[in-house]
């Protein structure tokens, strides 16, 4: 019987800050085995449990592709005990991650079919994994066109800026980024997520979108998706709630009878319309 | 099969020498199941335990591996604890609480190897119910006094001995290494007896309850029903079915060990997000959560409802919050206030 608590060592190789508020770090983590990076095969939308020895551990989602071998990133926010302990960490130090864990975004029924991907916020991480994946010269034929839409209060808040900024060059890409008002030396749009894509998102025929930011940006996103013609099985959410076990066992992450961390975190919207708001 | 009572000693202190034995003990003024060093220790004449005998599967706080971090590596040590067992004396309700829980541990997807190896090294044997409290309703929830799920083998209590039911190949083997003498048909006739007229006196009505679960999340029933609880998790730390647990380190700098300890759904910061978001914000989305898992959403995902009738929270609620009520109450529910 396979131990689904046990934790895998991993080096931590970079603790990158991410953002101008130095509240978001990017950390880098290091297989420290052939054989344990085996043990691992995830997929974007994925999460793990993340833990600091003698702290705790707590859910993240992978902020790498699997088409990016060698290491895993996350991207966490400063909020509490354990994610703080990460930020202190040095470069060398040893962490525990266990997954992967939970199902992904579902990147075959995406086969054939326009994407857009509208993320707010430190939300991105998981989005940028699947816009990597599918950005991958393996699989970027297996797509049609690939739409990004992402929005943050300001520049200094956006996450994987030279990426962003390749991204802007790429043609197999169609990048829009946003915030919230206008400053000095920004080049992209300004104005909140939900008219953004209003007006930049593209056409919702043979079209799937997939949201994930903060709640406030979901509740007004989700009636111009709904203008936009986008039917509700093929609008893809990943939600997040309090996790422990991540496994289905401790009991508080549930959505109705869905548990976030085992049956999601992907839901479509079609199968939320089923399940009760507690989210 | 039968056994006298005044046997039961030795026949335990027989398993004393083979199993980690739990039954269940005096304590104070309640019975908890611990294990026993003697035969002599095991009191059957309580109605039931304190707590359900799911906390030697499911311990209050568990120790699930310890470490130790240093810049070359991590050396992790799973702690399982493998030690053959028998609960002797456990009701029917309880046995059949682990059946339910069973499915919680040994899910679609994962298995929890804590649970299941105690699962797998354990014989239960169980303890019919001839005088049933006035609080007990497992026949309302799919059980009975002498009910047989999750037992190995039963014991039928006809006054100067137990008349020993066989219910599964482990308890066989275990009552015919212990040499039990074969029942005679008085005997039988004798425990038929008993069985027939131990009754159940308190029925919850439950037609239609997972019906209206099924459409009345949002009702205004809920505003009101939760009024009374405190929300101080009593009833889900005494419930046989509850399952809820946080994981936490226990350690001194980078040596220590993982633990999980029960948690509970009535609790505020059980479902706060780092972000402040909750998405139960009061003792209602709460309240109603703990009566959702138990009669609507275990029943959707595993068929069952996840209460076995024990009437522990019923017992032991510090308003007298009664479940019996309140499932009641939310069956006669409307979907708009009958003000």
Redesign the interface.
């Known amino acids: 019987?396979?131990?689904?608590?046990?934790?895998l060592?991993m080096k931590l190789v970079k603790n990158f800050t991410e953002t101008e508020d130095k509240l978001i770090h990017t950390f880098t983590l290091q297989f420290?085995s052939e054989e344990d990076e085996k043990s691992f095969p995830y997929m974007p939308g994925q999460f793990a449990e993340l833990?600091v020895?003698?702290?705790?551990?707590?859910p993240f989602g992978m902020a790498s592709s699997p088409t990016e071998p060698g290491f895993l990133k996350f991207s966490i926010?400063k909020?509490?005990v354990v994610?703080t302990a990460l930020h202190m960490m040095e470069e060398?130090?040893?962490v525990?991650v266990r997954g992967p864990l939970g199902n992904y975004y579902p990147v075959d029924e995406l086969k054939g079919k326009n994407v857009v991907i509208i993320g707010g916020g430190f939300a991105f991480t998981t989005l940028r994994s699947l816009a990597t994946y599918m950005l991958q010269p393996e699989h970027r034929g297996d797509y049609g066109d690939i739409t990004v839409i992402y929005g943050a209060r300001n520049p200094g808040l956006l996450l994987y800026k030279e990426e962003l900024a390749a991204w802007e060059q790429n043609p197999n890409i169609n990048l829009v980024t946003t915030i919230d008002s206008a400053v000095d030396g920004w080049n992209g749009r300004v104005g909140f997520i939900p008219s953004v894509t209003e007006e930049v998102a593209p056409s919702s025929e043979n079209t799937y979108a997939i949201v994930c930011g903060p709640?406030v940006m979901i509740k007004f996103t989700m009636p111009v998706l709904e203008k936009l013609g986008f039917p509700d099985e093929r609008i893809i959410m990943s939600l997040?709630?309090?996790m422990?076990?991540g496994?289905?066992?401790?009991?508080?992450?549930?959505?109705?009878?869905k548990y976030v961390c085992?049956d999601g975190p992907v839901f479509t919207k079609a199968q939320l319309n089923e399940l009760?708001g507690?989210? | 099969m039968i056994i006298s009572k005044k046997d039961i000693p030795g026949f335990l202190d027989k398993l004393i020498s083979e199993y980690q034995v739990f039954a269940p003990v005096q304590e104070g003024s309640f019975t908890l199941f611990k294990p026993i060093s003697s035969g002599t220790n095991a009191d059957l004449t309580a109605a039931n335990t304190k707590l359900p005998a799911k906390e030697i599967f499911f311990p209050q706080s568990e120790k699930?591996?310890s470490?130790n971090?240093?810049?070359e590596?991590?050396k992790?040590e799973?702690v399982l604890d493998e030690q053959k067992k028998v609960i002797f004396g456990v009701r029917p309700c309880d046995a059949r609480s682990l059946v339910l829980l069973d499915n919680?541990?040994d899910?679609?997807?994962?298995?929890?190897?804590?649970y299941?190896?105690k699962r797998a090294n354990t014989i239960m044997i169980g303890i019919g119910c001839n005088t049933p409290l006035s609080t007990c309703f497992c026949t309302s929830v799919n059980g009975s006094p002498f009910d047989t799920k999750g037992l190995d083998l039963l014991l039928v209590d006809i006054g100067d001995a137990y008349v020993v039911e066989v219910v599964s190949d482990k308890g066989k083997s275990l009552a015919e290494q212990a040499g039990l003498a074969a029942a005679t048909d008085a005997d039988k006739a004798a425990a038929a007896k008993i069985k027939e007229t131990a009754t159940i006196t308190c029925q919850v009505n439950t037609d239609g309850l997972k019906e209206k679960l099924d459409t009345n999340?949002?009702w205004p029933i809920w505003d009101r029903i939760h009024e009374k609880c405190l929300g101080c998790g009593a009833c889900t730390y005494l419930c046989p079915t509850c399952?809820?647990?946080?994981?936490?380190?226990d350690?001194?700098?980078?040596?220590?060990c993982?633990v999980?300890n029960w948690?509970s759904?009535a609790f505020p910061i059980?479902?706060?997000?780092?972000?402040g978001?909750n998405?139960?914000t009061s003792n209602k989305?709460r309240y109603r959560?703990r009566i959702?898992?138990k009669f609507?959403?275990?029943v959707?995902?595993f068929n069952e409802i996840a209460c076995v009738g024990c009437g522990r929270c019923i017992n032991n609620c510090p308003v007298n919050l009664d479940i019996r009520a309140v499932l009641e109450d939310v069956r006669g529910s409307e979907a708009r206030l009958d003000s």
Do not use: W
């Open positions: 019987m396979k131990n689904p608590y046990l934790p060592p420290l833990c020895f003698g702290k705790g551990e707590a926010a909020v509490g994610s060398g130090n040893m525990g709640p997040e709630n309090r422990k076990c496994i289905g066992m401790c009991g508080r992450c549930n959505v109705g009878g085992k009760p507690e989210y | 699930l591996f470490y971090a240093t810049e590596g991590v992790v799973e919680v541990f899910n679609d997807k994962f298995q929890d190897p804590y299941l190896t999340f949002y399952h809820c647990f946080d994981i936490v380190d350690a001194k700098d980078c040596n220590g993982r999980r948690d759904c059980f479902t706060l997000h780092g972000s978001h998405p139960r989305e959560q959702m898992h609507k959403y275990f959707d995902n």
